[in-house]
């Protein structure tokens, strides 16, 4: 054999060798960032129930009835403190929501559906969204999220109105 050709069968293996080699790195690389999806998306989980765990424990009754009446009807929160309150509360509450809705696909939650059904059935907490600072606490990707959302509901049911939300529990009669 001619010496060109033993050269081109030596470069020709070598190559199929090196491509052999870097399709098995590229299937590693991806069974690792599954890997690495799938322990962000238990991240993003665990802290969503985390954070809302701990909002929640922390409430005295009092704080307790200062959000049940602030959610249904803003006006009847008198005092600063009261608002102060209840601004930081809603905040809270708006920013896990949204974590759900940016991380939808990873967490397996429905995009927005948890925001349209908090704030649908809040007037209290859209009428703090509208007319305090809580737009200005916000990123702006969440504010027009939001801003979209309380838009659709206040069109629908008015500025004071619940809008209803039907359970997607599958299995009613």
């Known amino acids: 054999m001619d010496l060109v050709v033993i050269a081109q069968i030596i470069t020709g293996t ?6 052999i080699v870097l399709l098995f790195q590229l299937r590693q690389q991806n069974l690792q960032l599954r890997l690495q999806h799938k322990d962000f998306a238990q991240q993003i989980k665990n802290q969503i129930g985390e954070r809302r765990t701990s909002a929640t424990l922390s409430l005295t009754s009092s ?8 959610r249904y009807d803003y006006s009847a929160l008198k005092k600063t403190e009261e ?12 920013e896990i929501m949204i974590m759900k809705n940016l991380y939808s696909e990873e967490t397996g939650h429905q995009e927005s ?6 704030l649908g059935s809040s007037p ?9 600072t809580i737009r200005q606490q916000l990123d702006l990707d969440s504010v027009n999220i939001i801003d979209e959302i309380v838009r659709e509901i206040d069109e ?18």
Request: hydrophobic fraction near 35%; proline fraction near 2%.
């Open 14 to 19: 070598a190559t199929l060798i090196v491509a």
């Open 156 to 173: 629908e049911v008015g500025l004071d109105g619940i809008l209803e939300t039907e359970s997607s529990y599958p299995y009613k009669k």
């Open 113 to 118: 559906q948890h925001l349209k059904e908090y």
């Open 83 to 94: 608002r102060t309150f209840f601004h930081q509360w809603v905040i809270s509450t708006l």
């Open 63 to 70: 704080m307790r009835e200062t959000l049940v009446k602030g």
């Open 124 to 132: 209290g907490v859209r009428h703090a969204y509208r007319n305090s």
